[in-house]
């Protein structure tokens, strides 16, 4: 079965540094999009992405965040400065389209030291 | 702000029996719903998707939806211990959007 990958698995960054997280979503699906969750808290939508540009994005995805769809396969979320907050598990999801089921990659954890 | 809010249990259930997971949504204008199974540590994979009043069966799994009353749950029959996760209820709040928002998810865990 087609599945949604995320790399690496776990990152470590000083605070302050720049950190790109990778992604490749399901072959034939058209909208991305990424979530966090801080650990022991909900599940928090940051972006979705859609025909080469955002579609929605949350007041968490602040002027810190960018996506970007650098191929036909790869899909990246950049965080400039990183800051102790954003230590999370960040998932890639995707989906074939608008209200349709959204599958999940593995996500990369992500601590900010 | 458009909530979804689940019991965050924990559940306890004995195998074999039936678990029975609820939601409410706050947004009326909500049109697609979604039940994932997180385990520790694991990303939420999709158990079933409801769009529509009335009942959804999938195995051992049954989504049900009541728009008037705002409400979406899911029954586990014949419970296992390897259902033992955290369900999370997700819906979509408006059609045409395309975020998903989650509620905090209700903790099940079976009983041998």
């Known amino acids: 079965e087609p599945e949604v990958t995320q790399t690496p698995s776990h990152q470590v960054t000083q605070m302050g540094q720049e950190v790109i997280l990778r992604c490749v979503p399901i072959?034939?699906?058209?909208?991305f999009y990424w979530y966090r969750q801080i650990l022991g808290q909900k599940v928090e939508f940051l972006v979705s992405f859609y025909n080469n540009e955002i579609s929605e994005k949350s007041e968490i995805f602040d002027d810190q965040f960018s996506v970007e769809r650098p191929d036909g396969s790869n899909f990246t979320l950049k965080i400039r400065s990183t800051k102790l907050e954003d230590s999370a598990m960040y998932f890639c999801a995707s989906s074939d389209r608008v209200n349709q089921p959204q599958h999940f990659g593995d996500g990369t954890r992500l601590s900010i030291l | 702000q458009k909530e979804v809010e689940q019991n965050s249990g924990p559940l306890s259930v004995p195998e074999g029996a039936i678990a029975s997971l609820n939601c409410t949504y706050s947004?009326?204008?909500?049109?697609?719903f979604f039940w994932y199974r997180q385990y520790s540590g694991k990303s939420p994979e999709l158990i079933m998707s409801?769009?529509?009043?009335g009942d959804k069966e999938d195995g051992r799994f049954t989504a049900q939806l009541n728009k008037a009353s705002q409400y979406v749950s899911l029954l586990i029959r014949d419970s296992q211990p390897s259902d033992s996760a955290t369900y999370l209820c997700a819906a979509i709040p408006i059609q045409g959007a395309q975020k998903l928002v989650f509620g905090q998810g209700t903790r099940l865990t079976i009983n041998p």
């Open positions: 409801i769009y529509s009043n």
């Open positions: 072959s034939n699906h058209l909208y």
């Open positions: 947004d009326r204008g909500s049109q697609s």
